[in-house]
């Protein structure tokens, strides 16, 4: 079986921010079958990436925050979590930085548990997943325009936050099913 594929033609800078790079794109799209190749045009959006971290305390519960999130206009249960600073910043110490920086603790164990693509049908943001254990307690750093309230919760209790939508953020969600061999569930 062949699969298509898709060749930069042509860019259009739209907008270059500390966050994210935006562009349109033409692209020749190759059907894998040998048949005509044709153009598109592509809008997208680049980012360096970002890491969720899942804590657990050593009595079992997770730590997440509550933060207001202007885009989607209200606030979100979420685990901890941050954007890589800059192309090549290893996902270890980003993790390893925005746990403190959020949570207020350092991780004596950082687990991988993969990545997972937020939106990859217009953005390459790849958002690397841990679990966070043997727990440490550090001291909160928030950026000048972030506020955030620190929450614990058993695996139980997120379960039921996630399935009665009151978690309703993918790398959460992504990162606790991810942890599941982890917290026995």
């Known amino acids: 079986m062949s699969i298509s594929t898709e060749t930069l033609v042509s860019r259009q800078e739209i907008m270059k921010g500390k966050v994210l790079h935006v562009t349109v794109d033409t692209?020749?799209?190759?059907?894998?079958?040998?048949?005509?190749?044709?153009?598109?045009?592509?809008?997208?959006?680049?980012?360096?990436?970002?890491?969720?971290?899942?804590?657990?305390?050593?009595?079992?519960?997770?730590?997440?925050?509550?933060?207001?999130?202007?885009a989607a206009g209200e606030p979100m249960l979420e685990v901890p979590a941050g954007k890589i600073e800059h192309n090549g910043e290893s996902p270890d110490i980003c993790a390893?930085?925005?746990?403190?920086?959020?949570?207020?603790?350092?991780?004596?164990?950082?687990?991988?548990?993969?990545?997972?693509?937020?939106?990859?049908?217009?953005?390459?943001?790849?958002?690397?997943?841990?679990?966070?254990?043997?727990?440490?307690?550090?001291?909160?750093h928030l950026d000048d325009d972030e506020f955030m309230n620190i929450e614990r919760y058993t695996p139980q209790e997120v379960e039921e936050l996630i399935a009665t939508n009151k978690i309703v953020d993918a790398k959460t969600i992504a990162a606790f099913e991810k942890s599941r061999k982890y917290l026995g569930i």
């Open 27 to 70: 692209v020749e799209i190759d059907d894998g079958q040998g048949g005509e190749k044709k153009t598109a045009v592509r809008e997208a959006v680049w980012h360096f990436g970002a890491c969720a971290i899942l804590p657990v305390t050593d009595d079992g519960k997770i730590i997440l925050v509550r933060q207001y999130r202007y």
């Open 96 to 140: 390893a930085r925005e746990l403190e920086e959020e949570a207020a603790v350092t991780a004596g164990e950082l687990i991988p548990l993969g990545y997972v693509y937020t939106s990859p049908g217009f953005c390459d943001e790849r958002i690397y997943l841990y679990l966070a254990r043997k727990l440490h307690k550090g001291a909160q």
